[in-house]
């Protein structure tokens, strides 16, 4: 059974930085891209951005609103994907979504909320 | 990069059809065969419903289907039943991204 489980999620100040992990199982992880996906309070999804896997060069796409801030990295031997937020501002405060990325999303994660704030 | 449009409501009676679309442009839904749709539950992560514009992931009722024409994707649900009720979003690629719609709701009178 695939499993996707976030953590890391917290309050933290504007400004500042956090680093989500997301801890995969059920699947060999390093053969899929994984994408982080996020849900503002009572709004729509929006994408984040997307690691590749090492087969397609491990490389790493962002949305034009996080480009700059926020780092996808993975760990396959850990089976671990992460997203290191950097400058967060009000506006990031979401649910963040781990998935699994095939092209397309298929497997979600519960979500870890983040929230910014002062 | 701008959010596919979806309506922002859509109702149907116990046993009806629904369909609810999804319009992007030629640099999305109508460039790719990467369409895909999910459903949300309230406090739930979403769920995904069809893929590739029109296939059903294992587990998936068959009265949930797709389909595209041009830039406008279109997800229907027929026989639709209470457990339907619920968020729907499309999704595309687009240029090494994806982008969602701003969702539906669905409402089974």
């Known amino acids: 059974e695939v499993q996707l489980v976030e953590s890391g999620g917290g309050l933290v100040q504007p400004g500042r930085s956090l680093r989500l992990s997301c801890t995969a199982s059920g699947f060999t992880f390093g053969d899929y891209a994984m994408s982080w996906v996020r849900q503002a309070p009572g709004k729509g999804l929006e994408w984040v951005g997307f690691?590749?896997?090492?087969?397609?060069?491990?490389?790493?796409e962002y949305a034009a609103s996080v480009k700059g801030r926020f780092t996808i990295s993975r760990d396959d031997s850990k089976s671990i994907a992460y997203l290191q937020m950097n400058s967060l501002k009000t506006e990031d405060t979401a649910v963040y979504y781990c998935t699994r990325d095939w092209g397309p999303v298929d497997y979600w994660g519960q979500g870890t909320l983040v929230t910014v704030s002062s | 990069q701008s959010a596919l449009t979806q309506p922002a409501s859509v109702s149907g009676s116990p046993g009806q059809s629904i369909t609810i679309s999804c319009t992007g442009t030629s640099s999305d839904v109508g460039g790719y065969n990467y369409v895909s749709w999910y459903q949300q539950h309230p406090g739930k992560a979403p769920k995904l419903m069809i893929y590739e514009v029109s296939n059903r992931p294992s587990g998936v009722s068959n009265r949930f289907s797709g389909s595209k024409s041009g830039n406008t994707a279109s997800l229907t649900i027929s026989g639709l039943q209470a457990e339907d009720e619920a968020d729907y979003y499309c999704s595309s690629y687009t240029s090494s991204r994806w982008v969602f719609g701003g969702g539906t709701k669905l409402t089974v009178l």
């Open positions: 690691i590749r896997s090492k087969a397609y060069g491990g490389t790493t």
